[in-house]
C-alpha cells in the first residue's frame, strides 16, 4: 500500500471526521454571530452601543473655543475673565452644555490647531500681527461671529470664501444665534423668542394693569429717542424728522438738541414717567436685525415703535409695539400713534405681555458650546463657499413706509 493510500485513509478516520466536525462547528458559531449582530436583527443594540459610546466620550472630553480677535476692544467679548472653563460657563452663563473652556489666550493650548473652535468678529478687522492662524486642523470650526449688520463689516468677505464653517450671528438661519436678548415664558421657563415661529400667547381682549395707568395719566411728551448714528441706510433720521410735523420727537444725544448722559438713571425713568412712546428705529433695514435699543425699551413702561428690516413678530409678542413699517405713510403713523397715546385703554393694553413672558440676556457661548458636542458635529463638515452673499443679501435700501 502506498504511502499517500494510507493518509487519504488515515485523514478519513476519527481524527479526520472529529476535525472536520469543529471546523463545521466553528463556521456554524460564526455564521450565528454575524446573524445574531447583524443590522436586521440587532440595529437596535447597535446604536445603543455607539450613543452610549459617544455619550462617554463627550461627557470626558472638554471642547475648547478661542477668541481670535477682540470684540469692539475688549478681548474677553464682556465675559469675566479672559479664559473661562466649564464651572464658569454652568455658573454664570447658566449653559445646559457647559463642558467647554473659552479663552481669548492663543497660547492656552500648545497649538492653535488644537482648538475645536475659533472665533473671528467679522466688525473688526483681522490683527495685523496676527491675522489669520498659521495652521487649521480639519476638525476646527472656523466661526463668523458679528453682532452688527453687513454695512459694519471690517472684512472683504469676497477674499474669504470657504473659510467659515460656522456663523454666530442676529440672524434667525445662523448656525449659532446670538440676539441682544430673548423672552422667556415665564410659566414654563423656556425660551420663545426671538424665532422662526414663536409659539406667542393671544392678547386678551381686555387687560388692565393700575402701575401702567397711573403712569399714563401723568405723560405729557409723546415720543423720545437716543440716537448718535445720525446719517443711516435705513434713513430713520428722515422719518422721525417727519414725525415731528405732527407732533414733538425729542431726540437726545449727538443727531438732536438734548443731552441725557450714559449711565443717569434719570434717563431711563423719565421713559417711564413722561414719555408715551420710545422710537426703536434701526440703523439697517435687514433680516432680523433689532438691537439693544428696542431690549432696552421694553424694560420700560413706554411703548416702543420700531423702524427696520425685520419680521418683529419673531421677536416681541403681538400688540407690543407699533411697526411703522405697517403703514403706508408717515401721516397714517403719527395719527395712530396720536390715538393710542389719548386712550388710556388702549394704550394700557400694550402691556398686556408682561403677565406671561419675561425679558433675559443670552449668551451665544452656551450654544456654541453644545453645538461642538453635537454627536454629529465631528462627523459632518460644512463650508460658507459665499459667505459674502450669504451676509449681504439680507438687507435691502427701501422702507415700506413712504418717507
Given amino acids: 500500500m502506498s504511502m499517500a493510500v494510507r493518509s487519504a485513509r488515515l485523514a478519513c478516520g476519527p481524527r479526520g471526521a472529529l476535525l472536520l466536525l469543529l471546523v463545521i462547528l466553528l463556521s456554524a458559531l460564526v455564521v450565528l454571530h454575524k446573524v445574531i449582530q447583524s443590522p436586521l436583527l ?11 459610546g459617544q455619550h462617554e466620550r463627550h461627557i470626558r472630553s472638554t471642547r475648547t473655543i478661542l477668541l481670535w480677535t477682540d470684540f469692539f476692544g475688549d478681548p474677553r467679548w464682556k465675559l469675566s475673565w479672559d479664559t473661562l472653563g466649564p464651572q464658569e460657563l454652568r455658573d454664570e452663563l447658566h449653559c445646559p452644555v457647559y463642558q467647554c473652556e473659552i479663552s481669548n489666550q492663543h497660547a492656552f493650548l500648545p497649538a492653535v490647531e488644537l482648538y475645536d473652535a475659533i472665533v473671528f468678529h467679522a466688525a473688526e478687522m483681522f490683527p495685523l500681527l496676527r491675522p489669520v492662524p498659521s495652521h487649521r486642523s ?7 461671529a458679528l453682532m452688527e449688520p453687513p454695512g459694519e463689516t471690517k472684512h472683504r468677505l469676497d477674499d474669504e470664501q470657504g473659510f467659515y464653517n460656522l456663523t454666530m450671528t442676529y440672524r434667525l438661519d445662523s448656525d449659532v444665534i446670538w440676539p441682544y436678548g430673548q423672552l422667556l415664558d415665564i410659566a414654563t421657563d423656556a425660551v420663545v423668542a ?15 394693569d393700575t402701575l401702567v395707568w397711573n403712569l399714563w395719566s401723568g405723560k405729557t411728551k409723546t415720543a423720545a429717542w437716543f440716537v448718535s448714528h445720525c446719517a443711516t441706510l435705513s434713513k430713520r433720521e428722515v422719518l422721525a424728522n417727519r414725525l415731528q410735523e405732527f407732533f414733538n420727537v425729542d431726540i437726545y444725544g449727538k443727531c438732536g438738541t438734548l443731552r441725557c448722559t450714559r449711565g443717569d438713571p434719570r434717563c431711563d425713568e423719565m421713559l417711564d414717567t413722561d414719555y408715551f412712546f420710545y422710537l426703536a428705529f434701526e440703523n439697517s433695514l435687514c433680516d432680523d436685525y433689532v438691537t439693544e435699543k428696542l431690549f432696552d425699551a421694553l424694560q420700560r413702561t413706554v411703548v416702543p415703535v420700531v423702524f427696520g428690516g425685520a419680521d418683529y413678530s419673531r421677536i416681541l409678542p403681538p400688540h407690543s409695539y407699533v411697526d411703522a413699517n405697517r403703514f403706508e405713510t408717515v401721516e397714517e403713523l403719527a395719527r395712530y400713534l396720536n390715538f393710542v397715546a389719548g386712550d388710556p385703554d388702549m394704550y394700557v393694553s400694550y402691556f398686556w405681555w408682561r403677565s406671561h413672558y419675561r425679558l433675559v440676556p443670552s449668551s451665544p457661548f452656551c450654544d456654541l458650546c453644545a453645538r461642538l458636542h453635537a454627536p454629529a458635529f465631528g462627523h459632518k463638515t460644512q463650508f460658507y463657499h459665499n459667505i459674502q452673499s450669504w451676509w449681504f443679501n439680507s438687507c435691502r435700501l427701501e422702507s415700506r413706509i413712504r418717507l
Fill in 194 to 208: 426671538p424665532s422662526v415661529k414663536p409659539p406667542w400667547r393671544k392678547p386678551p381682549a381686555t387687560f388692565n
Fill in 138 to 144: 480639519p476638525h476646527q470650526a472656523y466661526v463668523f
Fill in 42 to 52: 440587532n440595529q437596535n443594540k447597535i446604536l445603543q452601543d455607539h450613543l452610549r
